[in-house]
């Protein structure tokens, strides 16, 4: 069955940086869409990052507040998708979930928390 596992969250002083890892079984990840959504404490869940899959060129795209920050990258060998977060301040506190399309049906993991504070 299709698996989303991330990991990597934790707490980091603003500034800091972060690398979530999300590893995927379970379905063939390099035809996959994969993407980075976020949660934060009484807010909706929005689009962070995605990449799209190696066969449609593995393009990417992130949301205004994350760009020039983050990085979503993927190893297809690996079966893993990374997302690499620079310069994070307390706005980015949430709980990070990896998400991946697979023919058309969206799956989730169950999310890692990321909290920058002093």
């Known amino acids: 069955q299709v698996q989303l596992v991330e990991s990597g969250g934790g707490l980091v002083q603003p500034g800091g940086s972060l690398r979530l890892s999300c590893a995927a079984s379970g379905f063939t990840f390099s035809h996959s869409t994969m993407s980075w959504y976020r949660q934060a404490p009484g807010k909706e869940r929005e689009m962070v990052a995605t990449t799209t899959s190696t066969g449609t060129g593995g393009y990417t795209n992130y949301a205004a507040s994350v760009k020039g920050r983050f990085t979503v990258s993927r190893d297809n060998a690996k079966n893993t998708g990374y997302l690499q977060m620079n310069r994070l301040g307390p706005e980015d506190t949430a709980v990070y979930y990896c998400n991946a399309v697979i ?4 799956y ?6 990321v909290t920058v504070s002093s």
């Open 103 to 106: 023919l058309g049906k969206n």
């Open 108 to 113: 989730w993991g169950k999310g890692t928390l």
